[in-house]
């Protein structure tokens, strides 16, 4: 079949296995042609490990130094006449390249947040991996299923305490208008921690811990996000915030575990990407046009792939550099003074009229369609692709 995008919205329908591979090599080229870091775990497990952060996490150490990788991730496989999701292709993607290079690769397609799932992982990691020394939790999910008793929780986008208006963008007709959002419950803000914030994570190195498939000296890892001002009450201050102070404190946690044999566990704060994940925030997507655009002119723009280079080039060595708060920040060219003064100006006077000037909201789209491997160079979009290629790869 010929595969075009079809997006609604925040969500685009269809993927295209060759352009969600060419996404894969690139972001492989770019760790091959850039200096080793410094910490280079060699056994490592990525739960989100399809798309976005946690694809960035598993290349990373895979193809700086042939590092094992079990990924985790929860994608639709593609029938005869509908497209996989874009991080199914991806998976199959990294693992046709690892496995060329010689390197260890395995998936679990399933339910990170399901007890199944992290017994599959226990039993991979025992059978063929031997004791893991990284851990990246990199989950961006919009509900969860409690393992205990089976109760559905999900997760929402909502100021706390009173409703938030603010600039929008509305991406199908590129105009900027306004957006009023109602502020969340209790029970909306309890769900939305239930989900994002840390409590999987911490069942996760439970489970690896009790089963004894973690290295002495294993690190993990799980993301989060702060940003500027304008999009505090509904990131920072907002239910989604709420659940990033859960993971930190469930980060505490699980430094004290991990530490008595000797291991680590951080928060690492990065910057605003476009992902299937933050292209669903209300106001995100304008303040990355803008932000963007400015990134790209102060030559400091980053994907996720350059982020988590710099996560474990400079900031997970032998010492590890965090802020006050024992973060990892590699927001800091986000949030660099004159970067975000810049925004802040742009952020008042941007309207529809001046979008295009303002912002590099073209570059947003590109990056929005790339996440479904549509507009990569060398990709024939006019040819007929069968939509189940790979599909033996993922399991
Ligand atoms: P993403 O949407 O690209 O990736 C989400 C991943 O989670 C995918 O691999 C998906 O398959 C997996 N997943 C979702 N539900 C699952 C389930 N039930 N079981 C197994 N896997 C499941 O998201 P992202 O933007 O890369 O976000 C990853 C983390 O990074 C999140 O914690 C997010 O808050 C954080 N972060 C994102 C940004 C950003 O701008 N995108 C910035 C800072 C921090």
Known sequence: MIIAPKIRGFICTTAHPAGCAAHVQEQIDHVKSSPLPDYLPKNVLVIGASTGYGLASRIVPAFSAGAATLGVFFEKAPSERKTASAGWYNSAAFE???VAEGIYARSINGDAFSDEVKQRAISEIKASMGPIDCVVYSLASPRRTDPK????YRSCLKPIGQPYSQKNINTDKALVDEVVIDSASEEEIAATVKVMGGEDW??????LMEAGVLADEVTSIAYSYIGPELTWPIYRDGTIGMAKNHLEQSCARIRRKLESKGGRAFV???KAVVTQASSAIPVVPLYI??????MKEEGVHEDCIEQIQRMFTDHLGAETLCDEAGRIRIDDLEMREDIQ???AASWDQITSENLRDLSDFEGYQDNFLKLFGFGLPGVDYDADYDPMRSVDLVQ
């Open 96 to 98: 046709a390249a690892a």
């Open 149 to 152: 008793d089976g109760q559905v």
């Open 202 to 207: 911490e069942l996760w190195i439970e489970a």
């Open 268 to 270: 690492s704060v990065n």
């Open 289 to 294: 046009s803008i932000l963007f655009k400015k």
């Open 341 to 343: 003064a810049h925004v």
